[in-house]
T-cell receptor, first 111, second 111 residues
């Protein structure tokens, strides 16, 4: 069975600082990986996806993620945090159609 | 193209009543997924449907829960004889292929 682990349930950064949210996956086959963002009381919005085309994936709102097979990681980064980035972020892997989610990382951005 | 629609957005039921949650997928999407988000827990897969077929219901509780996606009309997640532990946010997603697009969710409160 495939799974994802997100390291750190809460991450706090200052506005303008680098954002790094960690995700490690476990999969016996080449995975399809996703990052989603959830704002309070809303649904999930797709940030980006990895489907084996390119290891560096660019998403919306300035986010990107790099697939590293040797480290089984798919960390999410953004060079400069904005106040509007404060939300919960979920890493997910596709297993037979369904998404298996990590526990989520809540990102706080301090002014 | 309208996004995934869910209604109602908020639903309050007394213990023992039935809850019906509706999901209209994005136009052209024939795959529908239901997920549940419990307080302090991550998102958990419940069921995957295509028109008139249940593809994967491995995440559905064995009793009281059922789902359908008829040939015409929205997908329905039905919870019979609700209990307080059913209080959660229920999200529907639809997919054309790899990525899933989520609706705003239905927040069920059981009193």
């Amino acid at each position: 069975a495939q799974s994802v682990t997100q390291l750190g349930s809460h991450v706090s950064v200052s506005e303008g600082a680098l954002v790094l949210l960690r995700c490690n996956y476990s999969s016996s086959v080449p995975p399809y990986l996703f990052w989603y963002v959830q704002y309070p009381n809303q649904g999930l919005q797709l940030l980006l996806k990895y489907t084996s085309a390119a290891t560096l994936v660019k998403g919306i709102n300035g986010f990107e993620a790099e697939f590293k097979k040797s480290e089984t990681s798919f960390h999410l980064t953004k060079p400069s945090a904005h106040m509007s980035d404060a939300a919960e972020y979920f890493c997910a892997v596709n297993q037979g159609g369904k998404l298996i989610f990590g526990q989520g990382t809540e990102l706080s951005v301090k002014p | 193209n309208a996004g995934v629609m869910q209604n109602p957005r908020h639903l309050v039921r007394r213990r023992g009543q039935e809850a019906r949650l509706r999901c209209s997928p994005m136009k052209g999407h024939s795959h529908v997924y239901w997920y549940r988000q419990l307080p302090e827990e991550g998102l958990k897969f419940m069921v995957y449907l295509q028109k008139e077929n249940i593809i994967d219901e491995s995440g559905m509780p064995k009793e009281r829960f059922s789902a359908e996606f008829p040939k015409e009309g929205p997908s329905i997640l039905r919870i019979q004889q609700v209990v307080r532990g059913d209080s959660a946010a229920y999200f529907c997603a639809s997919s054309p292929q790899d990525e899933q697009y989520f609706g705003p969710g239905t927040r069920l409160t059981v009193t």
